[in-house]
């Protein structure tokens, strides 16, 4: 792939481009945009641009078709598969100015909202309005819609109320040309046409740049209960999960930790004080919501008889809303935590829920096999199982050259199950060389394809998903 450089020509063209927007190019710029979470990849932009409209992004595009210069667009950088790093140089559009909530239409329940808003900030601000915007990854506090939108995030509460794209029901996108469409319009049903919509979203920025989302909204939940369960066997706690839906209850998460994301935790995060038994080797986080505390107090009952059923320890059920937060905090801290400790790659396997404590068995007995250390955790009731395989002292060879036949296996292992690669981190960069594990010619064809026709040159966010 030969593309431009931003020579002197093409960074006066891209400000000319811009009326309020800003462009980039110091070396500590560059850096800051050039890295998201994952691993310690740092991969800068030749220049980044900051767009404040649609207009914008539509001439700046323009610019770097003309050019063929590659864009990566860039969110909140908090993605965990190395979709931001412009692995090519190029433009890095950064959309952290375009960050309105333009509208909430609370007779429709929808919000229209620009890329670069933080997941937290929509939630809360809908919340005031009685309304519920549920897509809740651990990261909403930094990352952006766009980028939830690009990667279709999941998170905790996915279980019970789906993925961002469950929430999505309309896009303006700028394409490879420049040109701005809307993929499809702003109603609950249509089935009018192909569905451009949900094909942009987790497309991960190689179809085209999000520059407005029209988002579905619900009545926010009244009342929430919230329990912490222990195991002494990982696996018990696995087959846990799917016994909680057989006995007809969907909680609003149903989180797993294994011993060592939790204790790693403890240690990292201040003011959470947890008491665990040396023999507790896992824990379930369940939370049932909804509108009526009766229902709830069932619900839990319910939920109490399968986890002893299934050999529980003592249950800890949150009392107040501080204890509440400080579970949450608990979870949602593992993967910044596991980092803070050590180099790791994440896995981000999805299997059938019923499958669950097979993979985690596997997962286990490939890296006994390997000589690594895996710290699993996460979002169980969807089988979404996150692998942290963590350096510690393995040597720079084994982790370069030795670790990817493992992680193969992992896959494997994952896609035998009835599973596949990624649940909700994406592709990306780092797990585009598996993308043969769970697609054959023909699908790898189609979305060649695909791609393709939507960016015939190839510059938007090119070197990701497709390997
Ligand atoms: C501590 C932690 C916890 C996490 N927990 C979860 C979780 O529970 N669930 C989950 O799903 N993920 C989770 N993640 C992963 C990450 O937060 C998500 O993938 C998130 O959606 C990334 O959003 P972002 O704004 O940071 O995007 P970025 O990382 O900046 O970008 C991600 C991708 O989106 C593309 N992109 C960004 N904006 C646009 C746009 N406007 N148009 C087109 N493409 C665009 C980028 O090119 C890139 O390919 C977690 C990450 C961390 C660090």
Redesign the pocket.
């Known amino acids: 792939m030969a593309f431009g450089t931003v020579n002197g020509a093409v960074l006066a063209a891209l400000r000319s481009a811009m009326d309020q927007g800003d462009l980039l190019t110091h070396e500590d710029d560059l850096r800051h945009y050039g890295h998201?979470?994952t691993e310690d990849l740092v991969h800068p932009p030749e220049v980044v641009v900051r767009p404040r409209s649609t207009e914008e992004v539509s001439r700046i595009v323009k610019v770097c078709a003309q050019h063929n210069i590659p864009i990566?667009?860039?969110?909140?950088?908090?993605?965990?598969?190395g979709?931001?790093l412009s692995i090519h140089g190029g433009v890095g559009l950064a959309?952290d100015r375009m960050d309105r909530i333009e509208h909430i239409d609370e007779r429709n329940l929808q919000v229209t909202v620009q890329?670069g808003v933080i997941t937290q900030v929509l939630m809360d601000t809908v919340a005031e309005k009685g309304l519920y915007y549920a897509p809740?990854?651990?990261?909403k506090g930094?990352?952006?819609i766009?980028?939830?939108?690009?990667?279709n995030?999941?998170?905790?509460r996915a279980v019970k109320y789906g993925?961002t794209r469950d929430f999505v029901l309309n896009l303006e996108v700028v394409l490879a040309n420049g040109e701005v469409i809307w993929t499809g319009a702003s109603t609950l049903k249509n089935a009018t046409g192909y569905d451009l919509t949900r094909l942009v979203v987790g497309s991960?920025?190689t179809l085209?740049?999000?520059?407005k989302a029209v988002l579905r909204l619900i009545p926010l939940p009244k009342a929430s209960r919230l329990m912490l369960v222990p195991f002494n066997s990982p696996e018990r706690a696995c087959e846990a999960v799917s016994a909680v839906f057989q006995a007809g209850i969907t909680p609003s998460a149903l989180e797993f930790m294994e011993r060592d994301a939790i204790d790693f935790t403890l240690q990292h995060v201040e003011g959470i004080n947890l008491q665990i038994p040396d023999a507790v080797q896992a824990h379930l986080l369940i939370e049932v919501d909804g509108q009526h505390e009766d229902v709830l107090m069932r619900e839990c009952e319910t939920i109490l008889g399968v986890m002893e059923a299934h050999e529980c320890g003592e249950v800890l059920f949150a009392e107040t809303s501080a204890e509440k937060d400080a579970l949450w905090k608990l979870r949602?801290?593992v993967?910044?935590a596991v980092k803070a400790h050590t180099v790791y790659k994440e896995e981000d396997t999805v299997v059938p829920r019923y499958a669950l404590p097979r993979l985690l068995a596997g997962v286990k007995a490939i890296g006994q096999a390997h000589g690594f250390r895996s710290i699993c955790y996460g979002?169980a009731g969807d089988g979404n199982l996150h692998i942290n395989i963590i350096k510690e002292g393995l040597s720079d060879d084994y982790w370069k050259n030795g670790l990817p036949n493992a992680i193969r296996e992992i896959f494997e292992l994952t896609v035998s199950l009835g599973g596949t690669l990624s649940g909700?981190?994406?592709i990306?960069l780092v797990q585009r060389p598996y993308m043969d594990i769970a697609f054959d010619q023909n699908q790898l064809g189609l979305m060649r394809g695909i791609k393709t026709l939507f960016d015939p040159q190839g510059i938007l966010?090119p070197g990701?998903v497709l390997p």
């Open positions: 998201d979470e990566t667009p860039i969110g909140g950088r908090t993605g965990l598969s979709g931001a959309l890329p809740d990854p651990s990261s930094s990352c952006t766009g980028g939830n939108l690009a990667e995030a999941g998170g905790p993925v991960e920025g085209g740049i999000i520059t949602r801290n993967a910044v979002h909700e981190h994406g990306g966010n990701k």
